[in-house]
Every structure is written in structure tokens, then in C-alpha cells.
């Protein structure tokens, strides 16, 4: 019984040593974690066109899936008086796979939760959306494309929706759409 313990476990970390000498040069590289910001956009009410800046961190769990953390502020203006800003604030999974070996473009989808915060600083959708929070969800999908080992660039395009309170009534939901271009590096 030991001697069959003993060639089992000998034959898995025999094996595990093979499996990693196997893996090509590209694949054994990987980089655990990244930051990234830069400028966002998006469309649809409360906040009209609106543009502003965001920035992330995500760590990566094996070679393609990882999570993400990701924090955009918005801004919305109109007119002298009127001013929107939205505030998202998510977390969740995301999947990435390098086109191939030799490739510097890498596509990637994510899935968020968390929330959003209005500040309605105007009358402008005052009548639809007040001050306040509430939970959204978001689904994004792009591209990096890498300009070293540790710099990149990414452009992002995604839906996102969320629910706001109403004054006097119950709440509203809200979709939107979204997009970013951001700087990202490696570490």
C-alpha cells in the first residue's frame, strides 16, 4: 500500500514539473494583476451624453478569468444651470484570452454589480430622477492591445443598468450604454 502511495505521488509531481516545462515562453508570463483609467462616455438618461474619466484594478485568477474592480465619474452639463453627475462603482468576474501566442490583442468580457449614485443638481430630470442611489449591473466587452510587456491600451463598449428613485413614486430603471478608452499597465 506505502509503494502505491508513494508511485502516485511520485507520478503527480513528476508530472507537474513536465506540464510546466511544456507551456511555450508567452503562456508562462503571465501578469497577475493590472490598473488602467482614463476617459469614459456614455448616453441615455438621466445624464444625456455625458463624459468624464474612470479607473479600475483587477487581478487575474488563472491565464484568462480573473476579477475587476472598476470606479467611472460622469458629468453631464446643460445650459449655465443644469448638471448631472453619475457615479458607478462595480465588481466582478472577467474573462481574457490572448488571441494567439504571438499576438498583442487581447479581447476580454466582464460582468459587474454594485451601484450608481445620481446627483441631480438641476431641475433638469428632476421630474424623473431625484438625488440618491441604487443598485446597477453592468455587461462590457473589448480589447487590448498591447504596446510592451507591460503597457497597453484598451478600448471598451458595454450596457449598463441601474434604478433611481423617483419623487413620490416608485423607482425607475435605466439603461444606458457606455464606453471607455483607457492606458493600462501590468504588474
Not at 10 to 17: A, D, E, N
Not at 47 to 72: H, I, K, M, V
Not at 166 to 177: E, H
Request: proline content about 3%.
Amino acid at each position: 500500500m506505502r509503494f502505491t502511495w508513494f508511485a502516485l505521488l511520485l507520478m503527480v509531481f513528476l508530472g507537474t514539473r513536465a506540464w510546466g516545462q511544456a507551456q511555450p515562453r508567452s503562456e508562462s508570463t503571465l501578469r497577475r494583476y493590472e490598473i488602467y483609467g482614463g476617459s469614459a462616455f456614455s448616453g441615455g438618461n438621466p445624464s444625456g451624453d455625458s463624459f468624464g474619466g474612470g479607473f479600475g484594478f483587477s487581478g487575474n485568477f488563472t491565464r484568462w478569468a480573473g476579477a475587476l474592480g472598476e470606479f467611472t465619474i460622469l458629468q453631464h452639463t446643460c445650459c449655465v444651470v443644469n448638471s448631472i453627475t453619475l457615479t458607478d462603482y462595480l465588481l466582478g468576474p472577467r474573462i481574457a484570452k490572448r488571441l494567439s501566442a504571438s499576438s498583442r490583442v487581447t479581447p476580454f468580457a466582464d460582468v459587474l454589480f454594485g451601484g450608481q449614485t445620481l446627483h441631480n443638481s438641476s431641475n433638469h430630470h428632476s421630474w424623473e430622477f431625484n438625488n440618491g442611489s441604487g443598485p446597477a449591473i453592468a455587461g462590457d466587452g473589448g480589447a487590448d492591445i498591447s504596446v510592451t510587456s507591460r503597457l497597453a491600451l484598451r478600448g471598451e463598449f458595454g450596457f449598463i443598468h441601474s434604478r433611481f428613485s423617483r419623487l413620490g413614486a416608485s423607482a425607475v430603471s435605466n439603461d444606458r450604454w457606455r464606453a471607455g478608452t483607457y492606458i493600462v499597465y501590468r504588474f
